[in-house]
């Protein structure tokens, strides 16, 4: 009856086994390694329950289970090699339970095989030191034969383990986008009597490390503030030249704060237009200015972002603007209030 039992065994798991083996280890590692487990002709209770344990061990950590009817109740070194032969196989397993009186009853022998190697393990494992053995010895026996092959297979597979591939990390400031172009507009306001002033601003810019930018930035040649009086008009064309150095702080999702500290050179174009008999006079004022905005970088794309600044220009030398009849209309930075809005992008 338990040689019929073996051979269903046999047949069941033949069938059930020769499928694919864990996808992880095929993947990392190749064909998965191969264990051969030999049925004995005696097989008992407690080797159909290991049998049965150890096909689900074997499969979990990476192996293909295969079985193979073995000829003769026991096995001996030079029958494990036999068994295996020609299949390429990690390990050997054999089973054999008590075939003399000088064994206990509630007694079970392990061979492994590793081919690697060519070490043999042998164990001989027995429930007697368990009270209640006549009830629980085919499940006690299992659990330790699988518990001792776990380990010779644990011991193989670390064999089979490539050495890991070593992947050195480039330096944080290799993977910066070192390049900044951006193009946006800018605001300049605070002059008495005249209003804001809207010009296009571009910058470029170089990225020399994670926390800090430098770059050259120019705005100019858009809208013209007027001042209408009694005795004509004014009218101003500011524009600015400069370089830059951008500190950004800690980024928070797509955000991150900047803080912007620069200086340049600024120019006014006065345009006056004057009322007959009197004649309007154009005249250009000129001053090195220094500049501070704070301000926040919003990524739209991975390397396109929106700059928003906002704050404020220092004339060194304080444009004053007259009208016909030196009428005083107002002053040119001191400060003079500056905000922006750009697209950028890294290259």
């Not at 296009?200 to 009086?229: C, H, L, T």
Request: no cysteine; proline share 5%.
């Amino acid at each position: 009856m338990i040689s019929a039992l073996a051979l269903s065994l046999f047949g069941l798991l033949q069938a059930d086994v020769a499928g694919p083996a864990v996808a992880v280890e095929r993947g990392e590692l190749g064909p998965p390694a191969l264990v051969i487990v030999a049925l004995p002709a005696n097989a008992n209770r407690p080797i159909l329950e290991a049998l049965n344990r150890l096909r689900g061990e074997a499969t979990s950590v990476g192996f293909e289970v295969r079985f193979v009817e073995a000829a003769a109740e026991s096995m001996t070194l030079a029958q494990l090699d036999r068994v295996s032969h020609g299949l390429r196989s990690a390990a050997v397993v054999a089973f054999s339970g008590p075939d003399n009186s000088a064994q206990t009853a509630h007694s079970l022998d392990v061979w492994f095989l590793d081919r690697a190697s060519g070490k043999t393990s042998v164990a001989h494992l027995t429930a007697d030191d368990v009270a209640d053995a006549a009830d629980r010895s085919e499940v006690i026996l299992a659990v330790r034969a699988v518990d001792f092959i776990r380990a010779r297979m644990f011991d193989t597979l670390a064999g089979r383990q490539p050495e890991p591939v070593r992947i050195e990390a480039r330096p944080a400031s290799a993977r910066v986008r070192r390049k900044y172009l951006g193009a946006g507009m800018g605001v300049l306001a605070g002059t008495p009597g005249f209003s804001a002033a809207w010009a296009p601003q571009i910058e470029v810019g170089y990225r020399f490390a994670e926390w800090g930018r430098i770059g050259a930035m120019a705005y100019g040649f858009g809208s013209k503030p007027v001042n209408d009086g009694h005795s004509g008009r004014v009218s101003l064309d500011p524009r600015f030249v400069g370089a830059s150095l951008t500190v950004m702080g800690h980024a928070w999702h797509r955000l991150q704060p900047v803080l912007e500290l620069g200086g340049g050179e600024f120019w006014v174009r006065v345009q006056g237009e004057a009322q007959s008999p009197n004649v309007g006079q154009a005249v250009t004022l000129s001053s090195l200015y220094a500049d501070l905005a704070v301000g926040m970088t919003v990524s739209i794309l991975p390397y396109l972002v929106l700059d928003l600044r906002g704050g404020g220009l220092w004339l060194r030398s304080e444009a004053r603007i007259y009208s016909t009849g030196d009428t005083y209309l107002g002053s040119v930075g001191r400060p003079t209030w500056f905000g922006s809005a750009r697209l950028g992008t890294s290259f």
